[in-house]
């Protein structure tokens, strides 16, 4: 039977590539972003070149109770979940704008944990199912200069290892990818309100993200950290006291910020 899987923020960078990578295996589509041009060119896209069913809904995450219309209008299965959608912002907490701030935690923490709530109880019980979820290396330290991106990010990954661990044995697996710096729109929307951030060190190839994300979550594995820097910068506070960690994010934060 064909299966259905559900990615937000689709319309660029992993929720693309990991749409053309879902479309490839055969499952048909809905694809969820907030800009709907984009979102309908992704959809003509994939349509020409697989045979999957692409269905799309243009959706601001940010907005309180947009997960129970989400599920409310899909009358499927949901087999996959990508959780996916997200953004940053530049600045010290004292400064950058709380309304920004605000979507921002919607659209990491309570949207992404809504949609799970929803589909995770069916699957559990039908025995199948697999939840990606799209944390960043940023979720192992404090980041001053992006407070709150790195605390929702790693809210992300916190609550994903704890249900992965609640649904083992389940049939449902639950998968956190922590992908360092990516060459996505990401950074274009950190600077959308704020001054530019422009990390270039050790920026990866989104399509090469996404593969092993994705092949993370079809083998079941809870935790993947893409590139063998990132798995050392993630055990940084291994060898460093958090101070000198948080420390050390705030030079690059500011290095990148002068670039």
């Known amino acids: 039977m064909t299966k259905t899987a559900l990615i937000t923020g689709a319309a660029s960078g992993l929720g693309y590539e990991l749409s053309l990578l879902l479309a490839n295996d055969e499952y048909n589509l809905i694809l969820i972003d907030v800009d709907s041009g984009k979102l309908n060119e992704v959809r003509t896209e994939i349509t020409k070149s697989y045979s999957c069913k692409v269905d799309v809904m243009v959706k601001d995450l940010s907005k309180p109770n947009v997960a129970n219309e989400i599920i409310e209008a899909i009358d499927v299965i949901i087999d996959v979940l990508v959780n996916n959608a997200g953004f940053g912002l530049f600045g010290t907490f004292a400064n950058t704008e709380w309304q920004r701030e605000l979507d921002m935690l919607y659209v990491h923490v309570i949207t992404s ?147």
């Open 113 to 259: 944990t809504h949609l799970t709530k929803l589909v995770l109880g069916g699957m559990v019980k039908r025995g199948s199912g697999r939840i990606l979820n799209i944390s960043s290396l940023a979720a192992f330290q404090p980041g001053p200069l992006m407070s709150i991106y790195y605390a929702s990010k790693s809210y992300l990954l916190s609550f994903s290892e704890a249900i992965a661990n609640e649904v083992k044995g389940t049939g449902v697996t639950v998968t956190v990818l922590c992908p360092g710096p990516t060459k996505t729109a990401f950074q274009g929307v950190v600077s959308e309100k704020t001054t530019e951030n422009k990390i270039s060190f050790n920026m990866a190839c989104p399509s090469d993200v996404a593969q092993y994300g994705y092949n993370a979550m079809q083998k079941g594995k809870t935790v993947a950290i893409p590139g063998l820097i990132n798995k050392f910068l993630a055990t940084i506070n291994r060898f460093v006291s958090r101070g000198m960690a948080t420390k050390i994010v705030r030079n690059l934060q500011e290095k990148n910020r002068k670039e």
